[in-house]
Every structure is written in C-alpha cells, then in structure tokens.
C-alpha cells in the first residue's frame, strides 16, 4: 500500500514539475528597471493623418521605472483560444494564427483563465524597445522585411529580427494587442485628447497591412499608441498574457 502511495505521489510530482516547466517555457521575464517611454518630436517622427493617428499622444518621452514581469514569447494563437472558448468561430480563424477578432473583454477574461492578466501599455513598450530604447524592435531604421508587414496574418514564426532583446517575437509585426490600460495622457502631457479617459484601451504594436491606402511605416513605430472601445472587434488585433513577477523579499540588515 505504502508502494502505491509513494508511486502517486511521485506521478503527482513528475506532472506538477511538467506543467511548471510547460507554464514557464511559453513566458520571458522582463527584469524590473527603468526604460524609455514614448517620443519627443522631431522632424524624422512627423503627426500624421490626424490627431488621432499621431505621435503627439506618445510624448513626451520618458524614463519610466517598472517592476518585473512575465510577458508570453508569442501572440495567443486561435487553437489556444479554442480550449478557452471552444464555441468560438470567428471569419478570420486558423488554428495555427494568432487569434484575431477579439474584444479586450475576451482577451482579458482568457488571460485571467490562465491565472495571468493583459500587460500594461508601457509593459508592451518596455518589452519590445528594450533598454535601449529603439524606435522598432531591431532598431531605430524601418526594415519593412523585418516582420510581417504584408497583407495577411501568419502563424507564430520566430522571425529573427522580430525579437525583442528579451527574447519576446513579432511584437512590431503581425497583429496589433490589446494592452490592460485606459487611454490616457502621459505624465507631463500637455496633449489634449478628448477621446482620453476610461473609455477606450490602449491596442499596441504595428501590425500587418490594413489599410487601403497603403502602409504607413509610422504605424509600426514601437511608441506608437491606438485604442478602441473593449468591445470592439478587429480583424487585425489579437493579444498576449503577461503576468507579474513575485516581489523579492526585503531582508532586515
């Protein structure tokens, strides 16, 4: 009896140390510190198309401090979705893609499923400058072949330029995410935005093609900042989980 027991214990431990190793290998710790927040104007990162589409709402630039936290490697794909949500059907669904067509609502109430949470904006934006603070993932030059600028989603790739120094993939590329924040002003903003307010959420990152008249390179800016209300669905805006990292503990001297 003593035998079996020890044997199931065993099992127990050998699954338990799995999952953890699994949960642990689809996430990179972004180490606490400071990082470069938004853009100052110059005459290279021009406003553009309107108020709303412009680089005014990301300034001014700053040295924002964050404590660690856990971002996904990838963006959520549909097949993960699916387990959440198996009555799911959106136009847009490949098992393989990135999940498309989802509301912050769903996006939110997955990662809480999976005992994580939506990052931050300036998590997204932390993740993908790196402590360099560069303009898009490889750099501070548009390369569009760098990510997936084209004209259709593609499943996740580890694209090698698309990496961010973390070790997180196609944040600049692919599909836009939604982020956990309201749409706000910076500190030290004097931008006004009558869309300001805990009306819409912050959606991160350039995605792919998606508009008639043509790509515009100032869309994939890593600074960059859109929004939408949390109930809105786009066909070009899926997302990924972060969860925060445990608070060392402080010893007495």
Known sequence: MKQLILSLLMIGCLEACTES?????DMVLIPAGTFTLGLNPSKEISSFVSDRTSSKN???????????????IHEVSYGEFLQFK???????GHFAHPVQGISWYEADAYCLWLDKRLPTEFEWEKAARGLEGNLYVW?????????????????????????SEFGVYELNGNISEWTSSWYLPYPGS???????????????????NKREHGFLKEFALLPYRNFAPPEMRSWDTGFRCARSAPTPLKTSS
């Open 21 to 25: 190793t699994e949960h642990k290998s």
């Open 58 to 72: 990301a300034q001014p630039r700053q040295e924002v401090a964050l404590d660690a936290f856990y971002l996904d």
């Open 86 to 92: 198996p009555q799911a059907r959106y136009a847009e």
């Open 139 to 163: 750099g501070n030059e548009f390369i569009r072949e760098n990510g997936n600028f084209g004209k259709t989603v593609q499943p996740p790739t580890k694209r090698p330029h698309d990496l």
């Open 190 to 208: 004097d931008f006004k935005d009558p869309n300001f307010g805990e009306k819409y959420k912050v959606i991160r990152g350039g995605a792919i």
